[in-house]
């Protein structure tokens, strides 16, 4: 069995949690999902839908909030008592900030970043990149199970979790959760920036590279992105340079996303921005350079000038 912990916030699924489930039904063991808080019965009827064995509600007033201490307690007690093959979770802040503690206390290994499964005789292998995704390496876990993987936004589309005939079965359980030995105080979700967006939600991007020349320029894909209801996004010079803050870079060194549609205006396509956007459905590249790296994981690709291309779509968009 594979215990999958999905991530919510406010009442809301994190998306990246579905991408963890669909993760864990394509290894064919049977599938259980978890979701910690103190009123989260939305959150568990919306998992319900999933084709899975359980799902688990762990609750707990302590739970209410998100801390690391809270989950490691609850969580901890949890996979004991479940005692699956290993534990799923999605790459995100949240989870990068507990599950290195959980992996400790339970005394397990922990794989992180992971893109794929591969069956491995009677066990598993787990896909990671290496040297900001130049290669992929097959990593076998060492030590006894439950191992803790976390996958990449993207690895897994969402929408290729299966769903079941019928809703899964709802338990509800009281957390493990001491709130004496809770050390941190709840704040705010973390943010890179003062009303930074979480580009790993958007269904759609419009994504800026060198080719757009200018920050007065930027005002091209502005137009772009609001006639395709799109967030806008950059590769790395873009943001060195300061015309678009940090929270609003993709690649290596920002965000890592998978929306239904990304364009890319005038991006090269270097590694380091292509490994935190590849896993887009649909991939739109535009760039007068028919060389560009960009092309060799496009979908669709436009060789031309963005400032004549871009003002057309625009006008085609909005006509």
């Known amino acids: 069995m594979i215990l999958v912990i999905a991530e919510h916030l406010e009442g809301k699924l994190n998306r990246a949690s579905w991408e963890a489930v669909a993760a864990a039904q394509q290894t064919g063991e049977p599938v259980k999902i978890a979701a910690l808080g103190a009123a989260v019965a939305g959150v568990a009827a919306e998992l319900a839908a999933a084709d899975a064995a ?53 005394g397990r290994a922990l794989l992180t970043d ?51 005939a019928a809703p899964a079965p709802v338990r509800t359980i009281a957390g493990a959760v001491d709130p004496a030995a809770v050390r941190q105080k709840a704040e705010a979700p973390f943010q890179e920036a003062k009303q930074a967006v979480d580009l790993s939600q958007a269904e759609r991007i419009v994504s800026i590279g060198r080719g757009i020349k200018g920050q007065e320029h930027i005002q091209v894909a502005e137009k772009l992105a609001a006639a395709l209801g799109a967030e806008l996004a950059a590769s790395r010079p873009i943001c060195d340079a300061g015309w678009l803050p940090m929270e609003r870079q993709i ?50 690709g436009i060789v031309g000038d963005l400032f004549e291309v871009v003002p057309a779509l625009v006008a085609a968009l909005n006509g």
């Open 251 to 300: 690649g290596s060194s920002g965000q890592t996303v998978a929306p239904k549609l990304y364009v890319a205006l005038g991006i090269s396509g270097a590694i380091q921005h292509l490994v935190g956007m590849k896993g887009s459905q649909v991939i739109v590249a535009i760039n007068k350079d028919p060389d560009a790296p960009i092309f060799e994981v496009a979908d669709f």
């Open 114 to 164: 992971c893109l794929g499964v591969k069956a491995d005789g009677g066990g598993r292998l787990f896909v990671r990149p290496m040297f900001q995704g130049k290669l992929h390496a097959d990593v076998r876990p060492l030590g006894p199970s439950p191992h803790l993987v976390t996958f990449q936004i993207g690895a897994y589309r969402a929408d290729a979790a299966a769903r079941g």
């Open 54 to 106: 359980e799902v688990i509600v762990v609750e707990h007033p302590a739970l209410a909030a998100y801390t690391a201490d809270g989950y490691v307690q609850a969580l901890a007690a949890l996979v004991t008592a479940e005692a699956p093959a290993a534990v799923f979770l999605p790459h995100t802040y949240q989870t990068r900030d507990f599950a290195p503690a959980l992996a400790a206390r339970l």
